[in-house]
C-alpha cells in the first residue's frame, strides 16, 4: 500500500499572509495522508492549523521566522527505503544552495532533502539525490505584504519508489506536475 505525504512550508501566517487558496483547501481536505513535512515559518502554529484541514501526524522544523519555536534544526524521517532530511533551509548561502545539501546529504546518508526558505517550489535531481522545496502554500512573499505563486508537494511512497506531485497556482490556475523516482543500488534516478 502506498504511503502518502503532505508537504507544505512558509506559509508566515498571520504575519504576511492569512489563508491558503480554496482550491489547496479542499484537495487536502478530501485527500488521506499518513505525514505531514512542514519546513518550518508558521510564525504562529496556532493560526496555520486554523487555515488549514486538520493534518496528519506531522514533522515540523523551525524556520527563521519562527521565534520561540520548540521544533528542531532538522528532522530526518524514513519513510519506506528513503530517508528524507527535512529543514527550513537558513543556513543555506545561497538561499536553496542545492550543492550545500548535497554535501549534507552525503554526510548523514540521506537519499531526499526537503527544504524551504526560498519560497519557489522546487523539484531537482543532483548527484543522484532528489531535492524538494514545496515553495509557500499561502503565497507568502519574502517581504511584508503582497502575494506570490502558492504551492505544496506531495510525495506517494512505494517500497523503493516516490512519485512527487507538485501543486502550483498563480491565483488564476492552478497546475500539476508529476514526476516518478526510484531509489536503486543507493542511488535516485528519474523514472518519467
Not at 35 to 48: A, C, F, P, Q, Y
Not at 66 to 92: A, M, P
Not at 133 to 142: E, Y
Request: charged fraction near 20%.
Amino acid at each position: 500500500m502506498p504511503y502518502r505525504v503532505l508537504v507544505l512550508g512558509d506559509m508566515h501566517i498571520p504575519t504576511r499572509r492569512d489563508t491558503i487558496p480554496v482550491e489547496f483547501y479542499q484537495y487536502i481536505k478530501d485527500s488521506q495522508y499518513d505525514m505531514t513535512l512542514i519546513t518550518g515559518d508558521l510564525v504562529r502554529e496556532s493560526d496555520m492549523r486554523a487555515v488549514l484541514p486538520p493534518l496528519s501526524r506531522c514533522f515540523i522544523v523551525a524556520g527563521n521566522m519562527d521565534f520561540g519555536s520548540s521544533y528542531n534544526f532538522h528532522e530526518q524521517v524514513q519513510v519506506d527505503n528513503f530517508n528524507i532530511l527535512l529543514l527550513h533551509g537558513t543556513q543555506l548561502r545561497p538561499r536553496g544552495n542545492i550543492k550545500q545539501l548535497w554535501e549534507i546529504l552525503q554526510h548523514i546518508g540521506g537519499d531526499v532533502a526537503i527544504h524551504g526558505h526560498t519560497h519557489q517550489a522546487a523539484i531537482d535531481l543532483y548527484n543522484d539525490r532528489l531535492f524538494l522545496n514545496p515553495g509557500t502554500i499561502t503565497g507568502a512573499t519574502g517581504g511584508a505584504g503582497g502575494r506570490t505563486n502558492a504551492s505544496f508537494i506531495e510525495l506517494v511512497v512505494n517500497d523503493n519508489q516516490m512519485r512527487v506531485i507538485l501543486h502550483s497556482t498563480d491565483w488564476r490556475v492552478v497546475k500539476r506536475t508529476e514526476i516518478e523516482y526510484q531509489k536503486q543500488n543507493e542511488r535516485i534516478t528519474r523514472i518519467s
